[in-house]
């Protein structure tokens, strides 16, 4: 496991199992908050040549606002840093946030996304995808 980023709101770093770049929130972020870490989500799948990054989310909260800048100016980001699958863990109480699939946007091709319940799922799904 390589750390690669570390505040009070997430922790990013590169895990070696599964080949992807990971983003675990550890409190509520909004805001810069939530976009620095997300930028440097970025820079860390740039500097890996990842094709795959795991989004914990189990213990935050999407705003609109946020949600708003995910899908229009980090997603396009995202994908030319050369993402190309995506697993997002979102909280058991998901109908009190906003859905990463919804901020996404269906439109997405070159993009293959999906939400777990529980990280466990997520890490197997993502570690039957050969990078």
């Known amino acids: 496991m390589m750390h690669y980023y570390v505040s009070n709101k997430a922790h990013i770093f590169w895990d070696d ?8 929130w550890n409190s509520f972020a909004q805001a810069e908050d939530f976009r620095v870490p997300l930028d440097k989500m970025i820079e860390l799948a740039v500097i890996k040549k990842a094709k795959k990054a ?3 989310s189990s213990h935050t909260l999407l705003l ?13 980001r995202l994908l030319n840093a050369g993402i190309q699958y995506t697993a997002t863990v979102t909280p058991e109480k998901a109908n009190t946030n906003l859905s990463v699939s919804k901020a996404i946007g269906k439109d997405t091709t070159n993009l ?11 890490v197997s799904w993502l570690s039957g995808i050969s990078a």
Do not use: C, G, M, T
């Open 112 to 122: 293959s996304h999906h939400e777990f319940e529980d990280i466990h799922n997520a």
């Open 54 to 56: 795991l989004s914990d």
């Open 64 to 76: 609109a606002e946020d949600a708003k800048w995910l899908s229009e100016d980090w997603l396009p």
């Open 17 to 24: 199992v599964i080949e992807a770049v990971v983003i675990r």
